[in-house]
């Protein structure tokens, strides 16, 4: 059984970090591209970033680009999401998601993942 288990989340202020992390377990992690997938209050799900099963290509939504890093670590089978200059419009519950197996390109639409997590509240607020 697929699960993935998203730990992190919580209340910042505009600028500040957090970082995710995404526990994964009941399949074989190192063959498949994995994401994050977020949801705004009163919007759908929206594709931030994913990562290629060797961790080597990283691929970034245009609103987050150079702000936010993706990072795997196959040996622990964790998904990680680094996330700097927060801002208010980064409020969302952000969900781990499982990709296809050993995809390439890297997938930039959120129903491409086939999986999520139960996902962690990133409140961003002054």
Known sequence: EVQLVE???GLVQPGGSLRLSCA??????????????????????EWVSGI????????YAETVRF????SRDNAKNMLYLQMDKLRSDDTAVYYCAK??????PVPTRADEYDYRGQGTQVTVSS
């Not at 702000?67 to 993706?70: H, L, P």
């Open 67 to 70: 702000r936010f890093a993706i």
């Open 24 to 45: 994964a377990s009941g399949f074989p992690f190192d063959d498949y591209t994995m994401g994050w997938v977020r949801q705004a209050p009163g919007k759908g799900l």
């Open 7 to 9: 730990s992190g989340g």
């Open 52 to 59: 290629e099963w060797h961790g080597d290509v990283t691929v």
């Open 99 to 104: 990709g296809p197996f050993l995809s390439a």
